[in-house]
């Protein structure tokens, strides 16, 4: 226990204090307002520890460690958690007896996402994998008055709990062939261990790649994202969109790349046909979605799917690091334009008492007449999923094209290619339903300086990534 | 100078968009008045006097500044004499669009002007980039004012045709991307950082087989936009259903920008490859000119006649950049200008037509000959001017390619001059259907006031300059020598 | 290499199960009668007919009390795994113990607070409807 460990870990400290305060503050006064303003105050503080550490730490124990890569994950994370809370708190009021244990719950899932950005060790990342797991199964059922969140819970819960037994029982068969458990000390025996421990490895790697495809909804593992995505309050369904799967992408890649898995020649190829039924079945199926949330639960498939190509060009060590960085830009660049997304998804929610939410494609008709903010907000943040020039987007799919070409990975090129074609047809018509001039009656309430506020910062922070990223590839370059 | 003329052309936009809510009629000064500014920044930077026609002067303006320098991509613009002049078109051409939509767009007008500045900044940028980065930026965000253009301000078909238009463009611009960082890596030496530059990669395409797919996924993008045979099939939707301002922009600026493209990067970037796909290219220019005139003949819509007639009119144009002829080539510099013209011109009169008869459809016109002489008089003569009437922009230009064209194939050739009696097919069946025979019962129109008379006369004055002394359009033309056109004679 | 030596006896477990249970449900489906009377789909209580619906609702506080079972039971499992190492964990995994220890209490508070632990109507404190 020396000083570099606390410092190391006193993002996470702070955040789990905010929990412990949250507990009592909600034990003895039960307030949203205070709930939410610890909740703040907590991802505030780890945000600024973050920042403090910034960029020089490399703190390495057994279980996690914290360096560059880590640390602008959590930043990520902790930025992501704070634009939820500041969505939810009038959402979850109509929809709740009581809000407080929300942004509990909203805590537990970031540090779970924390951890999971910093694991090297298959502990670390089961702990990280269940504290988000099972804090997102409280969220997505957290709306006590209507009936699809639950559904939606009930099918998360079963099939996520699956697909972490899975996952457990590939860790297990990995440990019977290697005996090692860290993702390092798992790479030096698949060294050692030869043909031998072949088969086993073989068997452990198919599963936790199974387990871990759930989790990122990848083709053929994509069956519960639409319902989950419908069915989970919007402010969830976005924290679950970008954080969730953000943080397990990120310890995705860090055990892909420590473990040495990309030696083997049948995981690769089984991740490239992952990543190409990914790319067009996503695509394929978000073409006839006319709710809103389902559309963008595909587009995730297909844009997770855009992502694998990113394990498969780290794979060569020449381009490890344009790969890396590819991925972090592509994360950051994906969490800001889903974000943008659900929040304009919430705002309906605010007015409305029951029933399903209002997120079909006629509920945005003409948005962009009536409540001109929100409207740009969701014109930008389709027109950036589509990857148009000058939206965060597009930098991303360029990287992602880049980190391709090295290879030339041709087969996952045309993919992309295809189903970026696609995908343009469907943000298309979210577009057109924005611009249409039909004298639908206003559905959102009308913005307030709150939804202002964060609706200016999120366009922001979409265009300007988009027209000066060099910043943020600067940030990147230098903590890799 | 260069990006001040982009920055005026967008801060225009933002100026209109914000009086959209106070003053929705102002906004279309404040449009015509940031076309003078541009004007102005684009006269003062004119290619003046023969002294600046020398081969070693090759740049009238050139700029470069860091943007982001992890790829090596630079902001790095420059004009020469073939971006000036079609700077001079698009310019002229937003003067007309504003003119013509001066009292058709009702709905949110602020917004109207600020897309269309938005469209023009976008074509500036496309004419005037020389890193494949930012020209592909400026490429593919041209089209997104564009859309919004034919999808809330256009006819009742917008939607399809809306999609249709950026899905095309969108795929053929990704494949696009696809060639140019392929290119790009290829190029890069290694251990060298990455570069864009249009000078950087001059030269260093790759050849056999890469070099070819590379240049396809460029021909490709540009074959779209141009339009070619084959992938044209987005232009009549999309021309047809905009309102007439935005089919003035598609016609008169879009198109162009895909044979830009040709000149400026496919033919110089990859010689030998553009030499073995010549035949190719030459049989779909030869199959657009016929099939477009065919059918623009069997055509009732107005606009969706005149938009088949653009699909022939540039087949001209991939005739006379792949016939490797300097005469040729330069033909087709000047169908585009000319092309731009009439086509605009034509889209305008139907625009107002549709203002005053609420149709498009031919059927329900005839006889407005006498109700509208002014209106008969100036659509005849840029018929005359598309079917290539001796005298007039097309004409010069037609016959230039062809002649050019004989030299190296005949055969393409003597094809390729059917097109000009199928124009004058079309282009008559056109005024005779509209403008003569009998009256059809129509309540008594408006003739052409005084704001379209002077748009037509200025039009119908510049074909008439291009068509009678078309010298220093020819001049503009080849004063790109090291980079550009001269790089294209075998 | 040995790991899969030492395998061979988990495999064979794992076939044995298999083929017993294949047996036992294949024996019975040859050698059983098959009926199809009045009776034959009803529950197997031990000949005592079942009365009623099986669909009852149990009190939510019996999960709650499970769970709190599971909860502060597993605590348990914790402290003892420091309780063995005592003396090589020394004040620091007194510490960490105590912290652990800690921060259930304060869950125990929390959810006495809000009510986990009353049967019946719940009450909750400090909560105030809203609008």
Same mark, same amino acid.
């Given at each position: ?267 690769? =190829? ?20 006319? =709710? ?147 004298? =639908?009656?206003?559905?959102?309430? =009308? ?34 | ?5 982009? #920055? ?76 000036? #002049? ?42 005037? $980039? ?153 049989? #779909? ?21 005149? $938009? ?43 625009? $107002? ?106 039009? $119908? ?30 | ?21 294949? /047996? ?15 009776? /034959? ?11 009623? /619906? ?6 939510? %506080? ?12 597993? %605590? ?34 929390? %959810? ?10 719940? /009450? ?5 409807? %809203?609008?």
């Amino acid at each position: 226990m020396n000083s570099g460990m606390w410092q190391a870990l006193s993002p996470l400290l702070a955040l789990s204090g905010g929990t412990v305060v949250l507990m009592l503050q909600i034990a003895f006064h039960r307030n949203p307002r205070w709930s939410v303003a610890i909740t703040q105050l907590s991802l505030l503080l780890g945000a600024g520890l973050l920042l403090w550490l910034w960029p020089g730490s490399d703190y390495q124990s057994l279980l996690l460690r914290v360096d560059g890569y880590a640390l602008l994950l959590n930043l990520l994370f902790i930025l992501a958690a704070a634009v939820t809370c500041w969505l939810s708190p009038a959402y979850i009021a109509l929809r709740s007896e009581q809000s407080g244990e929300f942004f509990l719950l909203l805590l537990l899932a970031t540090i779970g996402a924390m951890i999971l950005a910093q694991a090297v060790h298959v502990a670390s990342l089961l702990l990280g994998l269940e504290l988000l797991g099972v804090a997102l199964y409280a969220l997505i059922a957290y709306p006590d008055r209507s009936l699809l969140p639950l559904e939606a819970a009930v099918k998360y819960l079963v099939l996520s709990g699956a697909a972490s037994a899975t996952l457990l029982f590939g860790f297990a068969l990995a440990y019977a062939g290697t005996g090692q458990l860290a993702f390092t000390g798992l790479s030096e025996s698949l060294a050692l261990a030869g043909s031998g421990a072949y088969t086993l490895v073989m068997a452990a790697s198919v599963m936790i790649i199974c387990g871990l495809a759930f989790k990122l909804s990848l083709v053929p593992f994509h069956m519960w994202t639409p319902d989950v995505y419908q069915g989970a309050p919007s402010p969830v369904t976005g924290f679950l969109a970008t954080v969730s799967k953000g943080a397990v992408f990120a310890v995705f890649l860090r055990a892909f790349l420590e473990t040495g898995a990309y030696q083997f020649p049948i995981i690769l =190829n089984s991740l490239a046909a992952i990543a190409v039924a990914s790319m067009l079945v996503g695509n394929l199926l978000a073409l006839r979605q006319d =709710n809103v949330k389902r559309l963008l639960a595909y587009s995730s498939i297909a844009h997770m799917g855009y992502l694998l190509i990113v394990l498969l060009v780290c794979s060569d060590p020449a381009n490890h690091d344009l790969a890396v960085e590819a991925a972090l830009f592509y994360l950051v660049a994906y969490t800001v334009t889903t974000l943008a997304a659900f929040a304009v998804l919430t705002w309906p929610g605010y007015e409305q008492y029951q029933g399903p939410e209002h997120t079909e494609l006629k509920h945005l008709s003409g948005l962009l007449w009536h409540h001109p903010l929100a409207g740009l907000l969701m014109l930008v943040a389709m027109l950036s999923l589509a990857g148009i020039p000058l939206t965060a987007g597009f930098v991303g799919k360029f990287y992602l094209f880049s980190a391709a070409v090295t290879g030339p990975h041709w087969l996952l090129l045309g993919s992309l290619v295809v189903g970026s074609g696609i995908g343009i047809y469907y943000y298309l018509r979210v577009v057109y339903y924005l611009l249409r001039r039909d004298d =639908n009656h206003a559905l959102l309430p =009308n913005a307030g300086w709150h939804e202002s506020c964060l609706a200016v910062v999120l366009l922001a922070a979409v265009l300007g990534l988009g027209i000066a990223p060099q910043s943020l590839i600067g940030w990147i370059q230098s903590i890799l | 100078m260069l990006v001040t003329l982009l #920055l005026v052309l967008l801060g225009g936009g933002l100026l209109c968009l914000a009086l959209d809510r106070f003053r929705p009629e102002a906004a279309r000064l404040v449009s015509l008045l940031t076309l003078v500014v541009a004007a102005l920044i684009l006269a003062s930077l004119a290619p003046l006097g023969p002294a600046s026609a020398g081969p070693g002067n090759a740049w009238l303006a050139y700029v470069q500044m860091p943007w982001i320098p992890r790829f090596g991509i630079s902001i790095e613009l420059g004009l020469d004499g073939l971006s000036f #002049l079609l700077l001079v078109l698009t310019l002229a051409l937003g003067f007309i669009a504003v003119s013509a939509s001066w009292t058709e767009i009702s709905f949110r007008p602020g917004l109207f002007q600020a897309n269309l500045l938005w469209t023009l900044a976008g074509v500036v940028g496309v004419f005037l $980039a020389l890193d494949l980065f930012l020209f592909f930026v400026f490429w593919e965000i041209m089209l997104v004012p564009m859309y919004l253009l034919i999808a809330v301000w256009g006819h009742e078909a917008r939607a399809h045709a809306a999609y249709k238009f950026f899905i095309f463009t969108q795929v053929s611009g990704l494949l696009m991307l696809l060639a140019i960082l392929v290119l790009a890596w290829t190029a890069r030496t290694t251990g060298q950082a990455l570069s864009f530059s249009y000078f950087d990669l001059l030269g260093q395409a790759p050849t056999g087989q890469l070099g070819m797919a590379i240049m396809l996924g460029f021909f490709i993008a540009f074959a779209v936009k141009l339009p070619a045979f084959g992938v044209h099939t987005w232009l009549p939707d999309a021309h047809t259903q905009a309102p007439t301002a935005g089919s003035v922009l598609l016609a008169g600026i879009l198109l162009k920008t895909g044979a830009y493209g040709l000149i400026r990067f496919v033919l110089p970037l990859f010689p030998e490859s553009s030499l073995a796909f010549a035949p190719i290219a030459l049989g #779909l220019g030869v199959a657009g000119i016929l099939y477009g005139a065919v059918l623009a003949f069997a055509q009732d819509d107005f606009k969706r006649l005149v $938009a088949y007639s653009s699909v022939s009119h540039m087949g001209f144009v991939l005739l006379g950049l792949y016939a490797f002829n300097a005469l040729a080539q330069r033909g087709a510099v000047v169908q585009l200008v000319a092309h731009g013209i009439s086509t605009a011109a034509l889209f305008m009169m139907a625009g $107002a037509l549709q203002q005053r008869l609420h149709t498009r459809d031919m059927r329900k016109m005839g006889g407005l000959w006498q109700q509208a002489p002014r209106m008969g008089a100036c659509a005849l003569f840029f018929a005359m001017a598309s079917l290539g009437l001796p005298g007039l922009g097309n004409f010069v230009a037609e016959f230039m390619v062809l002649a050019g064209l004989f030299a190296e194939h005949p055969i393409t050739a003597a094809l390729a001059a059917l097109g000009l009696v199928t124009a004058a097919i079309y282009s008559l069946s056109l005024i005779q259907r509209a403008f003569q025979g009998p009256d059809n019962d129509q309540a008594k129109i408006d003739d052409f006031g005084p704001r379209e008379l002077t748009t037509m006369a200025v039009m $119908a004055a510049a074909l008439l300059w291009l068509g009678l002394y078309p010298q220093p359009v020819l001049d503009l033309a080849r004063i790109a020598p090291p980079l550009s056109l001269s790089g294209l004679s075998p | 290499m040995s790991s899969e030596a030492a395998l061979w006896p988990f495999i064979v477990y794992f076939l044995a199960v298999l083929a017993l249970v294949a /047996t036992m449900l294949g024996l019975s489906w040859l050698l059983g009668q098959r009926r199809a009377n009045q009776a /034959t789909n009803l529950p197997f209580e031990s000949g005592v007919l079942s009365v009623g /619906t099986p669909q009852i609702h149990f009190a939510v %506080e019996f999960y709650l009390i499970a769970i709190f079972f599971v909860i502060f039971d597993l %605590e348990t499992v914790f402290i003892f795994a420091w309780a063995v190492a005592f003396f090589e964990l020394g004040w620091e995994g007194f510490l960490a113990v105590g912290l652990f220890i800690f921060i259930l209490t304060i869950a125990l508070i929390y %959810e006495w607070r809000s009510g986990a632990l009353d049967w019946g109507q719940k /009450t909750r404190t400090g909560w105030k409807p %809203e609008r």
